[in-house]
Every structure is written in C-alpha cells, then in structure tokens.
C-alpha cells in the first residue's frame, strides 16, 4: 500500500491524528468538530494558559462551548500541548495561527514561517498538511513548501501540502447557524494528489467541498471575500458621511434600498472597520499585487473611507457636546461596547482603539463598558478594564457613545438615563422617548 493509499484509508476511517497549530477562533472550532466526528486530536498553542485551558476540559472561544470540550476530553479524543515536536505524531495537520500587519502594514508572516518549520523538523511520510490561516496568493508554495521539502520528502508523493481558507464568523453560530460542518469549504493542493486527500478529510469536516486548481486560487479566494466586504463597507460609510452633511438619514436610505428584492445586499455603517479580517486582509493582496506592478485602487480606496469613520465618530462627539455648551476637553465619555461586532468578547482590532486614542488626545477622560469584555489592550500595549454599566454611570458621563450595539445593552435605558448619546450603529432605532438627546451616525 503506498503513502497515498494509507493515508486515505486511515483518514476514511477516522484513524487518522489531526494536529491543528493555533487554538482561537479558527482552530478551536475545527479541532472539536473533528473530534466529534472521532478523529483523535492534538491541539498545538503556544500559550500556556490557553492549553491548560482546553485541558482542564473548558473553552475561551464562544463559539465552542465548553461542554463540547469537556465531552471531547472525557473520551480521550482531544489533548492540547506546547510541545511542536509532537507533531511528528499527527497524520493531519492543520495550521490555523494568525496573519497580523507590521507597523508598515506589510504581512507579517512570522507565525506562518514559525509554524512551516516546526513541521517540518518533524516531517515524515504520510502526512498531510493544510493552511488555513487568511494570506497572500502564493503563500502555500512560496513560503510553507520550501520549508518542507528541505527534510528531503517529495510533495505529492510522501508528503501531502494544501490551502484551505477559513470561513469562521464569530458570534453567528446561533443567529445565522453557519458552523464549521455546514459552511462551504474551498480546497485547493499542490498536486493532485494533495487535492484528493485534503479533500477527503474535509468531505467529512462540511457538507459542502468546493475544490479549486490551485492553492493561489484558494488564497485568493478568501481575500476576494473580504475585499468585497471591504469595499462595499466602505461605500456605505461614505454614504453616511455624505447624509451627514445633507441632513439625510443614513439607516433610512439603506433600509429603503434594502427593499429591492434583487441586485442589492445590505451592508451598515458603523464607528470604523474591525475584526481579524477587514482591516487586515485587503491589506495582503495590495501588498502582492505591487509585485506585478498593479494597484488595487479599489481596495486602498475602501481602506482609506473606512479609516476616516473614528475621526467622523469623535466630530459626532463634539456636536453632542456642543448642544450641551460643554468641551470635549475634560469631558467624561462613556464608551459602550469594545468588540469589533455585536454579542462577541472579541475586540481584535476593533474601531474602539482608534476612537480612544483620538478622544484621549483631545483631553476626554474615557470609561469603557461592554458586558463581554472584562479587560483588554491593543496590540500587547496597555491594559483597559471595563466597568459595570449603572445609571449612576450614565448620569455622570457626559456623552454614551455606542461603539457596539450588543444585545444585552437596554437601550430605552441609556437614552434614558444619559445626558447625551452618540449612535454609531442605529442601536436605539427602536427608541422613541428621549430622542432628542441622540446623535445618530
């Protein structure tokens, strides 16, 4: 039987280790829906505490509820660890670690690389590897496959390379019931080869498989998704920056236009751009594009829109401010919400950062409530600590900005209790008494 065959065999039978590098949002998910389904899995973090985490049979992801790995840890099929060198013991791999922007926003391609070699110091034939992480057309061949043919295996034949886009939307699991099994998976591999095997592990991951040609096709595939969502982000907050300054609702127009039961789909304003997608993404594939002297003014246009909407949020504040014959300067600002989206603790690179950093330096002092996020920081940089949203809290503030429009914030109450309120997501739509303290994006 040759490398190829056995592979398959113990993948169509569930015999085989998958390792997934990387236990956050993306990796997480994955790793417990392969258990289920009863592959015996190696979870693989650098963080300490992360892994004591999964091993003490809870999760930090909110999407993975800590039942599904506590049940995965009682059957023995899930086992989480720092140790790299044990991934010499996994018949699948799956490297699911971030893909951040460096300072000049180029991609940081660190945690790949990091990743690709530790595999590679334990490759052996018979394994499969796939990339999941978010990165540039040309990655999986260009950055991942040279590091691993230098242990002397052949792709292809001993060992098996491909990409595969994650598709994860934190927070929507309940709402939209897209999950890891029933969300469409684009494959692509190296060779033929490659393709058939990361197709027959995810067959069984998701309903739906949508293998392409290559693995470039499938890298830019994903950043097509988010370049689209980018783009027309960023048409819509141009939108409200010209309704501004016409007096003409925003939220209205774009309700009313949601009305057409074709050629049109509804995209929303907001406070600026968020998440480990968005404004990281787009970012990936001007970069590239420089290399086949292109410019992707499409994209960069988006970037530059979406960039503007933290400044347009603190001119809101000012306007509230002013109707009150009070300065920003010494002001307290209450800021309601630090996720990037509603109903999640995610608050990776959420417009919250950029609206504090401009507040701050006009003279504000600045409280942040958010009923999710107990602490955070940005970048590694200083720690924030959210507080308990009261109404005495309310009272004192000078100005409620509503950052995130999560679920479990009353808004009849804010309104109520507040002295003013900046709406950057149409939160209080439903709010009929108070309005006039509102300032609406």
């Not at 985490?53 to 995965?72: F, R």
């Not at 300054?245 to 304003?269: L, N, Q």
């Not at 429009?405 to 009929?432: C, G, L, M």
């Amino acid at each position: 039987m040759s490398t190829y065959e056995s592979l398959l065999a113990h993948i169509a039978t569930q015999r085989a280790t998958v390792g997934v590098i990387g236990l956050g949002y993306v990796g997480l998910p994955l790793a417990a829906r392969a258990g289920r389904l009863g592959f015996p899995i190696i979870g693989f973090d650098v963080s300490a505490a992360k892994v004591r985490t999964i091993n003490s049979g809870q999760s930090d992801v909110g999407d993975v509820p800590s039942e599904a790995i506590a049940a995965l840890r009682e059957q023995r099929r899930l086992e989480a660890t720092s140790d790299m060198s044990r991934l010499g013991e996994c018949d699948v791999i799956i490297i699911c670690v971030p893909t951040p922007l460096n300072k000049t926003r180029d991609p940081d391609m660190s945690y790949i690389e990091q990743a690709a070699d530790n595999i590679a110091a334990a490759l052996r034939p018979g394994q499969l590897i796939v990339l999941e992480s978010t990165t540039w057309p040309g990655t999986t061949e260009e950055i991942v496959l040279p590091r691993l043919i230098l242990a002397g295996l052949e792709a292809g034949k001993d060992f098996f390379l491909a990409f595969s886009p994650e598709r994860i939307d934190p927070g929507q699991v309940s709402s939209k019931g897209y999950t890891v099994e029933n969300t469409p998976k684009v494959v692509g591999g190296v060779t033929p080869a490659c393709l058939e095997l990361a197709s027959a592990f995810y067959s069984q991951i998701t309903s739906i498989l949508v293998p392409v040609s290559s693995p470039r096709v499938a890298e830019l595939t994903k950043l097509f998704e988010n370049v689209f969502r980018n783009v027309n982000i960023a048409l819509v907050n141009e939108l409200a920056l010209l309704c501004d300054r016409m007096g003409v609702s925003p939220w209205e127009v774009i309700d009313a236009a949601a009305t057409k039961p074709f050629g049109f789909m509804k995209f929303s304003p907001g406070p600026g751009w968020g998440g480990h997608c968005i404004p990281i993404d787009p970012f990936y594939l001007t970069w590239k594009a420089r290399e086949y002297d292109f410019s992707t003014r499409f994209t960069e246009l988006a970037g530059e829109i979406n960039a503007q909407m933290p400044r347009h949020v603190r001119e809101l504040v000012l306007r509230a401010l002013n109707q009150q014959r009070k300065a920003l300067s010494g002001a307290t600002i209450l800021l309601l919400g630090v996720a990037y989206k509603p109903d999640v603790a995610d608050y990776r690179e959420s417009p919250v950062f950029k609206v504090m950093e401009l507040l701050s330096h006009d003279g504000a002092q600045l409280i942040a409530a958010d009923p999710l996020v107990g602490e955070f920081s940005y970048h590694g940089g200083r720690s924030y600590h959210t507080v308990e949203l009261t109404d005495e809290l309310l009272a004192s503030a000078d100005c409620a900005v509503i950052i995130t429009n999560h679920s479990a914030f009353d808004y009849p109450r804010i309104v109520a209790k507040s002295q003013a309120v900046v709406d950057t997501r149409n939160a209080t739509r439903d709010v009929r008494e108070g309005r006039e303290k509102i300032t609406l994006l």
